[in-house]
DNA sequence: ACGGATTATTGATATAGATCAATAATCCAT
DNA sequence: ATGGATTATTGATCTATATCAATAATCCGT
């Protein structure tokens, strides 16, 4: 991990956009309160149960925040992708209640509490481009708790392949996520074997293609049935599907 | 459902103590954008699907958030109590992703987006506010994902009845809510069937009293033993657990 | 207080997905 | 390229929890 001077540009407490309405010491006021760091793939921005002293926006790459059990079972909470707030759920707790890992290559700008209270105070810009921010982050995890609390294992994993798509690249080229079968089991509250049975019968029906690394939709119009609800319209109920839970 | 003037009181956006800094033009700004609300035991204030106009400030009562599958399994997604903000997940989409229902007699303010985002804008006392209550909100539904993926059933009614304690009341005497079993099921990612099972089993080992209507707990260290991460410290490691998934 | 309706409990059985196990594919360092 | 390590696939079996079913308890309107 590497830390350097700061250009500020394109996350949520940086974006150009955002100085506009800002004096020059407003803006050197906040960079100055912004430590940008580098990671590399695996590296965890803060452990589960670490004191919280900083919390992390994204610019670049993906991280998984994931949850342990004692005895180790692994739960991915969320992918955080650039744009997103690491963290802000320790705004009042003193601890981290999960892990940031990197899955890629990883630019984050980290700051304190303190720091981006008064910030927050003094730039109303920001602290809606926060609220923004949050409440999305709060759709994506109440979507997880809709996969989890009630589909199927084929339900679960078309839900997964289908909300890839807005994580960007071309819809009908290869999703731009990597992660493992068991990454994806944890996830999904499943285990690996039933993940790769799952994809290996959508691949043999045509619904995807998938190898190690990469999954590529074939036949979007069937995952959405076996999903059950649209990813995009998140719970609009739209059709009948026969499934017992 | 009725309407009625707005005495500005204790909720997120119209507590008194955020007037301090404020002048009687904002004040008298800020109320005319709310609009109070009374809502009586199972009535919707929206449902899932349904063009997203306002969203609502929780200022009394309890609610539950659910979402359905098209063949009826329903999810609760989040019990939201006084000083929670609902809906804040449409602040870009156009329809809500969930329906929110008083278990409780409610009140609630509504208010535009637009108007929500005027008032952030001209109020960073309100914007951090209203940032506090969504990092809540998402922890929340953090700790719901750890429940739903990684607990087997005695772990999750466990940490049900636990969860419930922040909910105020007299930690020992009767838990401050009233769900029926199916409801805690459709929270759990049950059955009706198992947490009744459940519930009698740790009824009968003394864990806790319950009959239909209330829960009380009796025995908080075995709880937490059997939840295995402590509710409160959410997530941080403590001891180990037998328990195979 | 009564009776129908709702909700909870309890029991018997079925099953989706976990677990255990072996093999196959792919990655990566030398 | 080669070989050991990791990750994915596939098969056989097991089990936690769902499903089906029958009471039992409690609620609520008259």
Do not use: W
């Not at 304190?112 to 810009?125: K, Q, V, W």
């Not at 920001?126 to 609220?131: A, G, N, T």
């Not at 009630?150 to 731009?176: H, I, Q, R, Y």
């Amino acid at each position: 991990m590497a830390t350097c001077s700061c250009e500020v540009k394109a996350c949520v407490l940086c974006e150009d956009r955002l100085y506009a309405g800002l004096s020059k010491e407003q803006i050197c006021q906040l960079r100055e309160h912004l430590i940008r760091e580098l990671y590399e793939p695996r590296e965890a921005l803060f452990r589960e149960g670490d004191p919280a002293t900083y919390l992390f926006a994204l610019r670049h790459g993906q991280l998984k925040l994931t949850s342990s059990m004692p005895d180790g079972r692994q739960q991915i909470l969320r992918i955080a992708v650039a744009g997103q707030l690491l963290g802000i759920e320790t705004f009042k707790g003193p601890r981290y209640p999960f892990t940031a890992e990197a899955l890629t290559d990883v630019v984050a700008c980290k700051i304190s509490h303190d720091d981006l209270r008064n910030i927050i105070e003094s730039n109303p810009a920001i602290s809606l481009r926060v609220i923004e921010t949050l409440s999305h982050e709060l759709d994506q995890a109440e979507s997880l708790i809709r996969d989890l609390g009630l589909k199927t294992a084929p339900e679960k994993v078309s839900s997964f392949v289908l909300s890839l798509v807005p994580l960007g690249g071309d819809p009908n080229g290869d999703l731009p996520l990597r992660l493992s079968r068991r990454e994806i089991a944890e996830m999904l509250g499943l285990t690996e074997e039933t993940v790769s049975r799952v994809m290996a019968d959508f691949a043999r029906k045509k619904l995807i293609g998938s190898g190690r690394g990469f999954i590529r939709i074939l036949d979007r119009k069937r995952l959405e049935e076996i999903n059950g609800i649209d990813v995009n319209t998140a719970g609009h109920p739209r059709r009948a599907v026969s499934a017992k839970r």
